[in-house]
């Protein structure tokens, strides 16, 4: 089967999935994101692991649930010795390649305790998620009272910045993520009411058209078979984007929030802590959303404008028959829809991201330009890549399955029967706030076509949402008697997937079915009586053998070095 | 608190918990092992977590379940990454050694992918489950058709037997594990009906005293605070025994098997399949059972033997006062009771092994000679020893809790509600027999002190037993119309287990608990509209910041270095 000789893994950060007009987005027209769709599957019910950055990621980046990898929230290191992509894909004899943003918190004390160095080939792959890096940029470095979120951050892209003349000690803030008043002051893109202004930046060296640069320039120069993980900042907040893109979108292009009154004022009661932090608070406000999703918007349109730089230059470049692009997301952006902010729930407006794969290969020519509603998650894609670049799914720890077979049009699902998504909050502020344990501030969510049960630790009773007729989620049917033998339906297969085993990552399944009989082959000889109850093959070693006695016939010990 | 200064950690290997006189046993004196028993606390109530040796140990070693640690079957490596005893202790400054058996297999491949290399420090620990190795004797070298069971086994033993003359390339098999007949003709201890004869070794040679003295030896010797895992090779298969010990027991004291032909007859289909095993009808019939019991009892007499040699040169040599002991097992042996043999069931006869903590701290007085029915596992041994060591306990590595507070008196239960075990046999013949595909040939038990709930996966029906009503465990009430609530209450406990968070394992809960508001401290300001909303500490690095335009009033970009 001919396949892609290349991978382009595209990956933006906190991109909806309904902001892009192929999605049906009515406002936002998104036309070269929309031709890639065209080109190949657009999965329309693509779900992530988690739905915060870095969590979301290190399930993508080892095709494993949350519960496998255990980083279960952003700051939380992958343990040393959790398989990667890359470490799949190299053994394939496929590069594996990072351009841009990650999330990952390198496992620094498990790395010591195996006495791996950051700066080894070894080390660096472990510390940076399986990636080899060819630029690293997580986004802009905070800073705050105890120190900065990440003391080795934003190195990249603000020396590019500084380079350039942005004369700043942290230019990606005072520059790229903020807009500026007539007084020559930094308007914090942090803030909110500063969304709508102009970040005081030329376009061309904004953060997405510089990544775009620099992916080219990584390609540019790429050799034998890579996959490239193209990982955008962006739309991410800070929300505050460059001229021209600023005024491009105003209020009335802001749909309205997708909530209701009942929702709010009968929320379960985790729900409600969410909707009810600052986050939600604010983001419930429509002078508040007036403010930020046209910036929003405009990010997305210069990240759709910028894939149309990316598409030509592969095009003129005659790369396109060669590589498979891939486009999603970490996760979505409630934006004020349920009465929340940021991303840390399970509403579809969250968990679902846009997924797009365009597979140059003849194979793929029967779905082009089709749409697959199957129930799809990020960990798919790197069982997929795998297969792309030709090396053996190592199903016993990958926990997806490959896209190919949908891609070349043999099938129409994949053959899972629900989706997963997990949220651990024990390290949040709002943890402390509802007063739980490490061990209780964890949800899960689990939905197939027809429903989504979320099951919070610490004693909730459950929350369930009715895809298909309340396909906005705003009634939740979590107490409703009516529905209870779908609750339990949903919790068996929440129970059947905790079950599984996740950890037996040594030995593949098809050695597990040659170990079958093996031990019995290899001279372990369990219950049996006499010799001549077994096959004369599996006891030879154990037959037909002489030795002196250790004792003479006077009871005196014999060795033979005594007999000498 | 005074505390032990080094731990003698000695398991035995198949030694079921009711063949010791201080368990009940009528007719098998132990009296050096109930010595010990009168000195500290003796558990009525400790489950191991796998009825099979390598993955009972690997959960002993890491202080995990076997969900968590993934080593699921003999022959399964335990993956790079996952900590041990070993690294735990070494951090609180307490060596780990290794004298004996572990069934530990490395993980070769996981090893390579981090240049791990097998004789460095640090590989050799990781290759040996966490322990510096003084000696490593897993049991005799078995060899069938396909080669060696492992190639590098039974080096040092076999050495020391040919040092003393035993001629032979495998002298563990045709002298200490065999007996001989008149011709000079090895009957190979494999087969049972051998079991009543002398093996042909010298009794000071034969494995139980050797490993005495290989840890008498290594005591001697060792430097700073130790624990030492003197690990037995016995009671385990083959089941021979050289005199005096073949003789003293006979099937007069072969105790009648725990059975029923209605438990037979009724047997749910995976318990009926494990019956009727070659293993199973060979240790259901009546001379096979009086020919290998009296050499098990043998066995264990020499255990018991050997322990008062341990014991008094411990005395003699003035260690008693600082050393904690620890007897315990692997897992027991069916042989025969519910028409099985060998241990991979839940019966208790199968997961619940003896064990005796003897700590010589004066705290301990209160305790000792007393008899403990709180629900323990073998993985409380981990967090008991870091704990005797001084470190701090990682309880989002260690999932079992440490037993000072009750050896202290502090506390007469452990924290749980329910003890689990598990059992893989995806690689076992008896999964193809069963016609089940890897991910459903798995089982799980979970029990408190009144239920037990054995699950099999793969479809079938649950397994209840009633060990207050029915502590022999002859009824199966998993199929009873009655007992739904119970099922539903143990199913809910064992679904709770299973959704434990237990891969996150590089963020402890207090390094959970204080990243509460971490990163708005570390300068994430989100869901802020107006600066004046949120603390001025917390965004002082994003305020009153200068900058110049990027565009001057021509609207030509401008740069600082354009400016110069």
Redesign the interface.
């Known amino acids: 089967m001919a396949k892609a000789k290349n991978i382009l893994f595209i990956m933006f950060d906190q991109l909806r999935w309904d902001y892009l007009s192929c999605y049906g987005h009515p406002y936002l027209d998104t036309p070269n994101i929309d031709c890639l769709a065209s080109l190949g599957v657009r999965f329309d019910r693509a779900y992530i692991q988690s739905p915060i950055c870095g969590s979301s990621r290190m399930s993508t980046y080892t095709g494993r649930y949350v519960?496998?990898?255990?980083?279960?929230?952003?700051?939380?290191?992958?343990?040393?010795?959790?398989?990667t992509m890359g470490?799949h894909l190299r053994s394939a004899g496929m590069g594996a390649w990072l351009v841009g943003k990650t999330h990952m918190r390198a496992?620094a004390?498990?790395m010591a305790?195996?006495?791996?160095e950051p700066d080894?080939l070894?080390g660096a792959r472990?510390a940076e998620c399986g990636f080899d890096v060819y630029e690293r940029d997580d986004g802009m470095?905070?800073?705050?009272?105890?120190?900065?979120?990440d003391p080795d951050g934003a190195k990249a892209y603000n020396a590019y910045l500084q380079d350039?003349?942005?004369?700043?000690d942290?230019p990606w803030?005072?520059?790229a993520n903020?807009g500026?008043d007539d007084e020559?002051?930094?308007l914090?893109g942090?803030?909110?009411?500063n969304a709508p202004r102009a970040a005081?930046?030329?376009e061309a060296d904004s953060e997405t058209p510089y990544l775009t640069r620099r992916g080219m320039a990584f390609i540019e120069q790429a050799d034998g078979p890579w996959c490239c993980h193209l990982s955008y900042i962006k739309p991410h907040?800070p929300y505050i984007v460059p001229e021209p893109y600023c005024d491009m979108y105003g209020p009335n292009q802001v749909l309205p929030p997708v909530r209701s009154q009942a929702e709010f004022d009968t929320a379960h009661p985790v729900l409600k802590a969410f909707m009810t932090?600052?986050?939600?608070?604010?983001?419930s406000?429509q002078h508040?959303r007036e403010?930020v999703i046209p910036a929003y918007m405009g990010l997305i349109k210069q990240c759709d404008d910028q894939m149309g730089v990316l598409f030509d230059w592969l095009e003129d470049t005659s790369r396109m028959d060669e590589t498979m692009i891939v486009l999603t997301s970490d996760h979505g952006d409630f934006l004020g829809d349920h009465w929340m902010?940021?991303k840390t729930f399970f509403h579809d407006t969250s968990t679902r991201v846009p997924l797009i794969v365009y597979d140059p290969s003849p194979e793929a020519d029967a779905t082009r330009g089709t749409v697959c509603d199957a129930l799809v998650e990020s960990i798919d894609l790197a069982p997929t890549f795998v297969e792309v670049a030709g090396g053996a799914t190592a199903g016993h720890i990958l926990e997806g399955e490959s896209l190919l077979p949908i891609l070349h049009g043999a099938r129409a699902e994949t053959l899972r029967e629900y989706v997963i998504c997990e949220y651990?909050y024990?390290?949040?502020?709002l943890?402390?706030r509802l007063n739980l344990?490490?061990?209780d501030a964890?949800m899960?969510m689990i939905a197939n076509k027809r429903w989504k049960l979320i099951h919070c630790?610490g004693g909730y009773r459950p929350i369930l949402f009715d895809l298909q007729n309340d396909p906005d989620e705003l009634t939740d049917l979590g107490d409703s008697p009516d529905h209870a033998e779908v609750l339990a339906q949903m919790?068996d297969k929440?129970?059947e997937w905790?079950?599984?085993?996740?950890?037996?990552?040594?030995?593949s399944?098809a050695?597990?079915?040659e170990?079958?009989?093996?031990?019995?082959?290899?001279?372990?000889?369990?219950?049996?009586?006499?010799?001549n109850?077994t096959p004369l093959?599996?006891?030879?070693?154990?037959?037909?053998?002489?030795?002196?006695?250790?004792r003479d016939r006077h009871g005196n010990?014999v060795?033979?070095?005594?007999e000498n």
Chains 1, 2 share one sequence.
Do not use: C
């Not at 093996?518 to 009586?529: E, L, N, T």
């Open positions: 519960h496998s990898h255990g980083a279960s929230w952003n700051g939380i290191p992958l343990k040393v010795g959790e398989m470490d496992d004390e498990g305790r195996l006495g791996l080894s070894i472990v470095l905070p800073e705050g009272p105890d120190g900065p979120y350039k003349g942005y004369d700043s942290n803030h005072d520059f903020s500026l020559g002051n930094v914090s942090w803030f909110l009411r005081n930046v030329e907040w932090t600052k986050i939600g608070e604010t983001f406000q508040v403010a902010g940021e651990d024990s390290g949040s502020p943890a402390a344990n490490v061990r964890v899960f630790e919790y929440l129970f905790a079950r599984r085993p996740s950890q037996r990552t040594t030995r399944e050695q597990l079915l170990m079958r009989g093996d031990a019995g082959r290899r001279g372990v000889v369990i219950g049996i009586y006499d010799e109850d093959e599996l006891t030879t070693k154990y037959r037909s053998r002489k030795a002196p006695h250790w010990p060795r033979v070095e005594d």
